[in-house]
């Protein structure tokens, strides 16, 4: 008998030493052939893209399988047509008038975090960028996606031995832990973490260099120059997108007080339900575990879902549940981020209120992340641009669709930075870029004369005859 602990750190140290191999081999092929490579993953990905999402949504109960299909051809077929020209192999730039070479350097073997809300789209999309980037990559997958996840890497491998290249650049734990996924995040040599804020801690805590993520509570603000209707339209189109299962979807609504009932009659009209009295408080009761985080239960799932699992009724037709919310913090659960179809709902008196209260939002669980906006007044855009703590400002657009790089010309990305102030090491949609270092050859610039030792000064020679002559002249005077 083994314990499954030791197994674990036993089966990560051996996945890491065989990808190190094979990386070291790898490092040496050329642009061309490594692109040749990270095409034919994105062709057979594509090519499984909806099978694949169909096993994640069958395994994990997240979601639905037409989203999840979508989202494994953004990582495979968009991902590919972004980054098919990028230089990340040998010289990247050769500037002759700064006489500055740069050289792209693999950073080694990656330690591959993957969610069970996004598995399959996240395991190629991470796949791709590392190989891309002249970089092996191990994953330890969600236990509740792990099947999966590990097709997904089945099939990767299956495309690598066809060209010619070691399966062991893409390989991925069968025996996930905790101590396991401690174990490689120790052993790599860099962690690309997309997950819980518990999993993104561990990441940064464990001493090699990483890239983590963290959560969204996305406030989307209807300023009273909006298109209402397109407003409405676009966020539902992204808040059921997978049924809510991307970071960067919308987690409350705010709006000015002089539009509100508008919006929300066309919410109404849409399909939203607005909870009140017992149905309201039989819904928060579902909504959280005892410790107050989110219920993985309702994650990924419908409206109609929730509300059987919170005894209730709502009419045919219902798409999201919505709460008036009145305050920010942990006693008000539809303030914080909720992966499934359910929103909140503000109002305001003006955009510089509303300014406040998609701060405190993000605060509350999303700071760094993304807002999304939805104004015809480009002062008022500007203002947020200048003064909301995210790195993603997204305007007139789906939130879900923007943030990953689906409606906005943002890089297609299911690692989405969240800066300093959100706890991570970048700000960008991740790209192969992020996953290399530069080496500079720097040659000199031909002007020596800062190097020279400067001329040494020189004096008249003393002239003791004047000298004398003048102390002879000062004496008689004085005499």
């Not at 509350?364 to 703590?389: T, Y």
Request: with cysteine; net charge neutral; glycine share 8%.
């Amino acid at each position: 008998m083994v314990d499954k602990d030791l197994l674990s750190i036993q089966e990560a140290r051996a996945l890491v030493r065989a990808a190190r191999k094979a990386q070291a081999e790898y490092a040496l092929m050329d642009q061309a052939h490594v692109d040749a490579v990270v095409k034919a993953i994105a062709e057979k990905a594509a090519t499984y893209a909806e099978t694949l999402a169909a096993m994640a949504v069958e395994e994990t109960g997240f979601g639905k399988v037409q989203d999840k299909t979508t989202k494994n051809i953004l990582a495979s077929e968009k991902l590919y047509a972004a980054i098919k020209d990028m230089k990340t192999i040998g010289v990247v730039c050769d500037d002759k008038e700064r006489k500055v070479v740069e050289i792209a350097v693999p950073m080694g073997v990656i330690a591959g975090i993957v969610p069970s809300t996004n598995p399959t789209s996240t395991t190629i999309y991470k796949s791709m960028i590392a190989l891309k980037a002249g970089n092996a990559i191990v994953f330890t997958p969600h236990p509740s996606a792990k099947n999966c996840i590990a097709k997904t890497v089945e099939m990767i491998r299956g495309v690598l031995h066809d060209c010619g290249v070691s399966e062991d650049l893409v390989s991925c734990m069968s025996v996930p832990t905790i101590e396991g996924s401690g174990e490689l995040m120790k052993v790599a040599d860099l962690i690309l973490a997309t997950g819980g804020p518990g999993m993104v801690k561990a990441a940064y805590s464990s001493g090699t260099p990483a890239l983590g993520v963290g959560a969204g509570n996305v406030p989307a603000y209807i300023e009273r120059s909006a298109n209402i209707e397109d407003a409405i339209t676009k966020i539902f189109a992204s808040k059921t997108f997978d049924n809510g299962t991307v970071c960067a979807s919308e987690q409350s609504i705010v709006t000015d007080a002089v539009i509100a009932d508008k919006v929300k009659a066309t919410l109404i009209a849409q399909g939203a339900y607005f909870l009140e009295g017992e149905k309201l408080e039989k819904v928060k009761r579902v909504m959280e575990r005892g410790n107050g985080s989110m219920n993985p239960d309702i994650v990924g799932r419908d409206a109609a879902y929730i509300a059987k699992i919170a005894g209730i009724e709502v009419p045919a037709g219902t798409r999201l549940l919505v709460s008036d919310e009145k305050g920010v913090g942990p006693r008000f659960p539809f303030s914080k981020e909720k992966l499934t179809a359910l929103l909140g709902f503000y109002v305001v008196e003006d955009w510089k209120e509303a300014c406040e209260l998609c701060h405190a939002l993000l605060k509350n669980g999303g700071i760094g992340h993304s807002l999304a906006i939805h104004s015809q007044n480009e002062e008022i855009i500007r203002e947020f641009g200048l003064k909301k703590p995210v790195s993603r400002l997204l305007v007139n657009t789906p939130s879900t669709h923007g943030a990953v790089g689906i409606t906005t010309s943002l890089f297609p990305s299911f690692t989405l930075g969240c800066g300093t102030v959100g706890g991570s090491a970048t700000s960008d949609n991740v790209t192969p870029m992020n996953l290399l270092n530069i080496r500079r050859v720097a040659y000199d610039l031909g002007s020596a004369a800062c190097c020279q030792p400067a001329a040494a000064k020189t004096e008249a020679p003393l002239d003791i005859k004047a000298l004398t002559a003048m102390i002879v002249e000062q004496l008689k005077q004085m005499a």
